[in-house]
């Protein structure tokens, strides 16, 4: 039998997950109309942004999308997100932070094919997700408002900006910087210095 004689450790409660993780991942992503480049609807939770008059009125909230699913399982397959209403720029994190403790706790633990959000909006419903997120919230979200989305896919070349500046998307091959493209970024670097900047992104 084994006796503990001294020193203890401290049982660490992770201020979202609680005492736990989640049944799975959680993936979240904010899009600015016209463009989709994120693909919104195919994640966790979602953010649409209202602009209007150039300033942001807040986000249009989704939940519940997902593109996985599993060969020969019927029990798994893609689903587009849900919108379930509209929230203000200051809430737009608690609102985050409520679609994850509610996956923490309804979702599925019991397997893992079956454990993102997306089954759990599909298991419960949209409308009964909404009023789980309301609860925790301590305040409604508001009605969805009026979105387009026209186009989504990879910004390559130049294209203009909200705020009038132009900027040029280049393709960087599985991320890897060789030969004579690192020779031009180098003197495209040199030529921006003191105006400009190079910014690196997951697309």
């Given at each position: 039998?084994?006796?503990?004689?001294?020193?203890?450790?401290?049982?660490?409660?992770?201020?979202?997950?609680?005492?736990?993780?989640?049944?799975?991942?959680?993936?979240?992503?904010?899009a600015i109309?016209?463009?989709?480049?994120?693909?919104?609807?195919?994640?966790?939770?979602?953010?649409?942004?209202?602009?209007?008059?150039?300033?942001?009125?807040?986000?249009?909230?989704?939940?519940?999308?997902?593109?996985?699913?599993?060969?020969?399982?019927?029990?798994?397959?893609?689903?587009?997100?849900?919108?379930?209403?509209?929230?203000?720029?200051?809430?737009?994190?608690?609102?985050?932070?409520?679609?994850?403790?509610?996956?923490?706790?309804?979702?599925?633990?019991?397997?893992?094919?079956?454990?993102?959000?997306?089954?759990?909006?599909?298991?419960?419903?949209?409308?009964?997700?909404?009023?789980?997120?309301?609860?925790?919230?301590g305040f409604?979200?508001?009605?969805?408002?009026?979105?387009?989305?026209?186009?989504?896919?990879?910004?390559?070349?130049?294209?203009?900006?909200?705020?009038?500046?132009?900027?040029?998307?280049?393709?960087?091959?599985?991320?890897?910087?060789?030969?004579?493209?690192?020779?031009?970024?180098?003197?495209?670097?040199?030529?921006?210095?003191?105006?400009?900047?190079?910014?690196?992104?997951?697309?």
């Amino acid at each position: 039998e084994k006796t503990q004689i001294m020193g203890n450790i401290p049982v660490e409660e992770e201020p979202l997950y609680g005492l736990t993780y989640l049944p799975r991942k959680f993936k979240v992503a904010v899009a600015i109309p016209p463009s989709n480049d994120v693909d919104l609807f195919a994640h966790c939770a979602g953010f649409i942004a209202i602009i209007e008059n150039g300033k942001l009125q807040g986000f249009n909230v989704t939940v519940g999308g997902g593109l996985g699913f599993t060969h020969n399982n019927q029990k798994t397959h893609p689903r587009l997100a849900d919108v379930i209403g509209f929230c203000r720029p200051s809430d737009a994190k608690y609102v985050c932070e409520c679609i994850l403790t509610v996956a923490r706790d309804f979702g599925d633990r019991t397997g893992r094919k079956h454990a993102r959000i997306k089954y759990t909006v599909e298991d419960y419903g949209a409308q009964w997700y909404k009023e789980q997120v309301e609860d925790r919230l301590g305040f409604k979200l508001e009605p969805a408002r009026p979105y387009k989305f026209e186009h989504r896919g990879d910004f390559h070349g130049w294209a203009k900006g909200s705020d009038g500046l132009w900027n040029c998307g280049l393709l960087v091959p599985i991320g890897r910087v060789k030969d004579s493209s690192r020779v031009c970024l180098r003197k495209i670097a040199e030529e921006l210095r003191g105006e400009g900047a190079i910014r690196m992104t997951c697309k």
